[in-house]
């Protein structure tokens, strides 16, 4: 399995099979007000299908994580779990004292 992370394009979501709660939460936002919200964000590639979407936003001190993941994603679990860690090691170590993520409660 060949897994790699790029610059998120609008391509990545148009391709990305979402997961009915992920396609629940963003049901109703216009398109465009969520590329915009995307850019700079990051997508997981495996063998060359989007698996996640993800990015993150320091302001004052607090870094917030967002993600939108497909079910290529969750049959990853423990590739998850470190790369969760090591996102909040680095908002740390870049000055956060606080980072804040929201999840489903399935997760």
């Not at 790029?6 to 963003?26: G, K, N």
């Not at 998850?80 to 929201?102: D, Y």
Request: contains cysteine; glycine residues 8%; charged residues 25%.
């Amino acid at each position: 399995m060949e897994k790699r992370f790029v610059d998120f394009c609008p391509e990545h979501f148009e391709r990305m099979w979402l997961r009915p709660e992920d396609a629940a939460d963003i049901a109703g936002i216009d398109k465009e007000t969520l590329l915009e919200c995307w850019q700079g964000g990051r997508t997981l590639l495996v063998n060359d299908e989007p698996a996640l979407v993800y990015g993150v936003q320091i302001q004052d001190g607090t870094g917030a994580i967002w993600s939108l993941t497909s079910p290529l994603f969750a049959a990853m679990p423990l590739f998850g779990i470190r790369m969760g860690r090591n996102v909040v090691r680095a908002l740390f170590e870049a000055g956060c004292h606080r980072v804040e993520a929201l999840c489903h409660a399935e997760n």
